[in-house]
């Protein structure tokens, strides 16, 4: 397959060409030469590398804790249409049988693959993280950070497990996140009331992230910068929830300007209800009511978000000055590189994955190919 006059998106520029899908990867970028194959004629349309989602709860009716491969088979066909091929199914602070079961059809899922989005691994929100911040997480199923806690939640799929938020400042998280940074999972620090000084040293430690900025932890503010201070003051990575709900947009140009575009990721943090009516729905078992695009427990806790990744991207290029390729970067390979996929997913290279998107200039996905395969055509 050719797909020809597109504006491809580079890491660091925008250039029209063409690009030769073969077996499911990119074969060549601009061919002199293409024999009988089929011919898309982008013209007028940006070629991206698929969104990748490193921090979402569910989509189309369907939550990660349904546990089932019918629910997350779903969320990867609803969030497809809005540009992302691969995403991290998130856990939620639940009973730790109800995380292993979910963590088995994400193990499954990763390996046999879906009918929309690659399932990259788990992203574990919770349980070790603090009482104090506990935001739309579920207190009665806290557990102490230890190896053994870990291994009861995760049972033999370990291996199927990308990342974690943890809070650093809980007694035992120390040694947890120096056990599982030692392993190759990505330690995120979130849904804490760490100081400062807490912050550093669960970064020291080996936690090289931080959960939804400016959400469910400690703020900036002038004699105790937090983990919002800990996160502009070090080269660990972060990620904005970029839907003008969860944060204002002159406190996400603040933090792009204090990160810059190479270490912000953008994700949904999305609920059952994205792609969904407004209405009444859960997450990790607690009634959320969505309405006017925000969803909220019963007692107004944001709970999530409807957000879509190509929401986000226009959202970011609409409120900043930052160049296309910048913001699509925030979307694309700063997640790849969060999973340690950066070999072969999130740029448009010759050998990567062909997991491409078509979007017009306002935007607005117009085709998905996920590994060479077109799965959405508007």
């Known amino acids: 397959m050719l797909i020809k006059n597109c504006n491809i998106i580079y890491l660091d520029k925008i250039e029209k060409g063409s690009v030769l899908i073969e077996n499911g990867k990119i074969?060549?970028?601009n061919p002199s030469n293409v024999n009988d194959t089929e011919v898309i004629d982008a013209e007028g349309l940006y070629l991206s590398p698929g969104f990748i989602d490193v921090h979402i709860h569910g989509a189309g009716g369907c939550d990660t804790m349904d546990g089932t491969v019918e629910s997350i088979n779903t969320i990867a066909k609803t969030i497809v249409e809005h540009g992302t091929t691969s995403f991290t199914p998130t856990t939620m602070t639940?009973?730790?049988e109800d995380i292993r079961k979910s963590m088995k059809v994400i193990k499954k899922l990763k390996e046999e693959g879906t009918e929309g989005a690659n399932v990259l691994g788990a992203h574990l929100e919770g349980p070790f993280i603090s009482p104090k911040a506990i935001g739309a997480q579920n207190p009665n199923f806290l557990l102490a950070p230890s190896v053994e806690n870990y291994n009861k939640i995760v049972g033999d799929y370990g291996d199927a497990v990308v990342s974690i938020t943890m809070a650093p400042e809980v007694e035992g998280a120390k040694e947890l996140i120096k056990y599982l940074s030692d392993n190759g999972v990505t330690v995120s620090m979130g849904h804490t009331k760490a100081t400062y000084d807490e912050a550093i040293e669960g970064i020291k430690c080996g936690a090289c992230h931080s959960t939804h900025l400016y959400n469910a932890m400690t703020p900036f503010t002038h004699r105790e910068p937090g983990v919002v201070g800990a996160t502009f003051d070090t080269d660990i990575t972060t990620e904005t929830i970029s839907d003008g709900i969860h944060i204002s947009y002159p406190a996400l140009r603040t933090a792009y300007k204090q990160k810059g575009t190479d270490k912000v990721l953008l994700v949904s943090d999305a609920m059952e209800a994205c792609g969904m009516p407004d209405g009444q729905y859960s997450l990790g078992g607690q009634d959320v009511i969505v309405k006017n695009g925000a969803a909220r427990l019963l007692?107004?806790?944001?709970?999530g978000s409807v957000l879509t990744l190509d929401?986000?991207?226009k959202n970011?290029?609409?409120?900043s000055n930052y160049p296309l390729n910048e913001v699509v970067r925030m979307a694309t390979y700063n997640g790849a590189k969060h999973c340690h996929v950066e070999d072969h997913k999130g740029l448009i290279k010759e050998g990567y994955d062909a997991d491409l998107i078509l979007f017009n200039e306002d935007i607005e996905i117009q085709k998905v190919f996920v590994k060479g395969k077109k799965v959405y055509n508007k």
């Open 316 to 319: 970011i290029y609409s409120n």
């Open 27 to 29: 074969k060549e970028i």
């Open 299 to 303: 007692d107004g806790t944001l709970a």
């Open 311 to 313: 929401k986000a991207v």
């Open 94 to 96: 639940v009973a730790a």
